[in-house]
């Protein structure tokens, strides 16, 4: 029974910190679209080198936060699974 309670307080803590991980990511994906957008909206001549870094840095940034949503799926169903293993050693 301790178990599967310090098993659950370490998942949600790596929950947590995930989140905060998955939010300061989407934060600096949105300051880079900020960037973008006055390069994009120039004329096609007046696009230059850094146009190119920020895309290559959002696609980035933007795997990143896949990565982050999947693992978040991932601690979502740790918890299931502990939490129905709590249970199960609770009913003895």
Do not use: C
Request: aromatic letters at 6%.
């Amino acid at each position: 029974m301790a178990h599967e309670l310090a098993k659950m307080r370490s998942i949600r803590i790596g929950q947590r910190e995930m989140r905060v991980s998955l939010q300061n990511r989407e934060e600096a994906n949105k300051k880079l679209r900020e960037q973008i957008t006055p390069i994009w909206t120039a004329e096609k001549d007046k696009r230059t080198a850094e146009l190119e870094k920020y895309t290559k840095a959002l696609v980035e940034g933007r795997a990143k936060v896949r990565e982050y949503q999947t693992s978040l799926r991932q601690f979502k169903t740790d918890i299931k699974a502990t939490n129905r293993e709590y249970d199960l050693a609770n009913k003895d």
